[in-house]
């Protein structure tokens, strides 16, 4: 039922994520920079709220609760955008109600980390089990982007949004039938207690890496947004091409997830980060060159590779950081997206006004090499990260 779950949830991301830049701007008549705002104000929403509502995961209300309300919120919310045309309307829409929403994503991946413990999984194999949880996330992503562009040749962005509001509907029929009303234990709700976040904060290597992948996913977020833009404006492509590049990558996650997965087994999750870290400034810098459409197609094999470790093998590293915690461990991960997100946001106005298409992703690929080195520098905390994942 969990699995069920996540691709729902993956399902409905992958019907309106790639859409978001072209709803922004032909849907709601946004230019660059009020669509990178109206971006960065969504994401500080999802902040605000999954923070709050992952520490009360953690301490004081079961999961099967945070993700219902989560699922609501996504339904409410997503209809919203269905009919909502009105700016202002918009952003609150986008800010409280999705952003409640965004929780559903962390917290389906911190119950698979509880149901892991209780069923006593060795700690070496936990990246592999959850990589495979990651997978069926995945999934969703093979066929969610085509399928939501030929929709919305037939129905534009309100039959897109109805579909994914209806999606998170399904979701909270099955958390409702499906999964488990389970409080935190006491002895994790203590410890949960006895390390909050700010303390959290000096565990050795932390900081470090947050920054680094904060920076990743502020790459992640600009392309999310840049490329559809390259394909449709710069290249001359059509929506079709949106769907095809976006579709490719996730076919190539599933076995590649697998393999990530073992291979995090064996070696310290640190390097696997470091060489997708390197893996991505190449992949942008491909990126950067490209001249037709067809020409990006092949480059989202790179996208796959990197997306198996920064959304895998990280999330479980992430949770080791924070042992006992892995509402608010799993959110501290989300929200180094969050933030890598909004400071995409903000700077794609800037970026593509001064660059173009084209300058976006070169400066995507510096500022992962950027991530890399910070990474590689890290000597000091080694000896926590390298034991770990």
Not at 51 to 56: E, N, Q
Not at 316 to 328: C, K, N
């Amino acid at each position: 039922m969990l699995i069920l779950a996540n691709i729902l949830i993956g399902v409905a991301y992958s019907f309106v994520l790639p859409f978001m830049s072209v709803f922004g701007t032909r849907g709601v008549g946004l230019g660059p920079v009020g669509l990178g705002a109206f971006m960065t104000a969504t994401s500080l929403g999802a902040i605000a709220c999954s923070t709050v509502l992952a520490r009360w995961s953690d301490v004081m209300l079961a999961r099967r609760t945070v993700l219902l309300l989560g699922g609501v919120a996504g339904c409410l919310g997503y209809l919203g955008y269905a009919f909502i045309r009105s700016v202002p309307w918009l952003v609150l829409n986008g800010v409280v109600v999705l952003g409640i929403a965004s929780i559903t994503f962390s917290q389906l991946f911190a119950y698979a980390r509880d149901l892991l413990t209780r069923r006593g999984v060795a700690a070496k194999d936990v990246p592999l089990y959850m990589n495979v949880f990651r997978l069926s996330f995945a999934l969703s992503w093979t066929v969610g982007p085509a399928v939501a562009a030929w929709l919305m040749t037939l129905a534009d962005f309100r039959g897109l949004f109805l579909v994914a509001s209806g999606f998170f509907a399904l979701f909270v029929l099955l958390v409702v039938v499906g999964i488990p009303n389970i409080l935190p234990a006491e002895a994790t709700r203590q410890q949960a207690l006895a390390m909050p976040l700010r303390r959290a904060w000096r565990t050795p290597g932390l900081v470090r890496h947050f920054v680094a992948f904060t920076l990743y996913f502020a790459c992640s977020a600009l392309a999310m947004v840049n490329l559809p833009l390259l394909l449709l404006e710069t290249l001359g492509g059509a929506p079709r091409d949106i769907g095809i590049a976006y579709s490719i990558a996730p076919v190539f996650e599933l076995p590649l997830m697998l393999l990530t997965g073992a291979l995090a087994a064996r070696f310290p999750a640190r390097r696997l980060i470091l060489g997708a870290l390197l893996l991505a400034s190449l992949y942008y810098a491909v990126l950067s060159m490209v001249q037709q459409p067809w020409q990006a197609f092949p480059a989202q094999v790179l996208s796959a590779a990197i997306v198996a470790v920064t959304s895998g093998v990280a999330i479980t590293f992430f949770q080791d950081f924070l042992p006992g915690q892995p509402g608010t461990a799993t959110n501290l991960y989300a929200t180094a997206q969050r933030i890598g997100s909004t400071t995409g946001y903000l700077c794609f106005g800037l970026l593509t006004s001064s660059f173009g298409a084209r300058g976006v992703f070169a400066c995507c690929a510096l500022v992962c090499a950027a991530a890399a080195a910070l990474l590689a520098t890290g000597r000091a905390d080694r000896h926590r990260v390298d034991g770990e994942g």
